[in-house]
């Protein structure tokens, strides 16, 4: 199956925005999950952390190719920078890609950045604003998204 037309437009677009001087790469999973147009998938709850003011609810809404304006309309650079949004989890919260080692150079752009969650109402790095959801994304996204 064939990317979709917009998949590397937004690769790219997402590299100028985060200023990486590459495109992004996402993890392989994910563009397969973009290949087939899911748009929102169940996750396992009991797998998803608990935060101390805001827990992920377990749904995963694919943003698809409204990525980056959503990353423009929630001002991502500003209060999460390095952190790339995937998807809404039907409260108000985003899973995102954490690129932040990307930006710094001490990760390699090769689609093993870790994943994320923070609530849109309190975007941030800091440990009451966001929680790691998983450290290998190829692994989140393989057993959390349907197989064809």
């Given amino acids: ?12 677009e ?4 985060l200023h990486l001087g590459a495109p992004v790469t996402f993890p392989q999973p994910l563009r397969a999950l973009m290949r087939t147009a899911v748009p929102w998938f169940a996750l396992d709850a009991a797998q998803l952390p608990e935060g101390r003011w805001s827990t992920p609810a377990p749904e ?4 698809g190719a409204d990525m980056a304006d959503y990353y423009r309309d929630y001002e991502f650079a500003e209060y999460m920078p390095g952190a790339w949004p995937l998807a ?18 001490t990760r390699a752009n090769d689609g093993s950045a870790p994943v994320v969650w923070s609530h849109a109402g309190s975007l941030g790095w800091e440990d009451d604003q966001c929680l790691p ?13 349907p197989g064809p």
């Avoid at 995963?60 to 943003?63: T, V």
């Avoid at 809404?88 to 150079?105: N, Q, T």
């Fill in 14 to 17: 997402a590299g100028r925005m």
């Fill in 60 to 63: 995963f809404g694919a943003l």
């Fill in 133 to 145: 959801i998983a450290a290998d994304p190829a692994a989140f996204f393989e057993a959390a998204v």
């Fill in 88 to 105: 809404l989890d039907g409260s108000g919260g985003f899973y995102c890609l954490d690129l932040s080692e990307v930006i710094a150079g």
């Fill in 1 to 12: 199956m064939t990317n979709p037309p917009w998949l590397d437009a937004l690769a790219d």
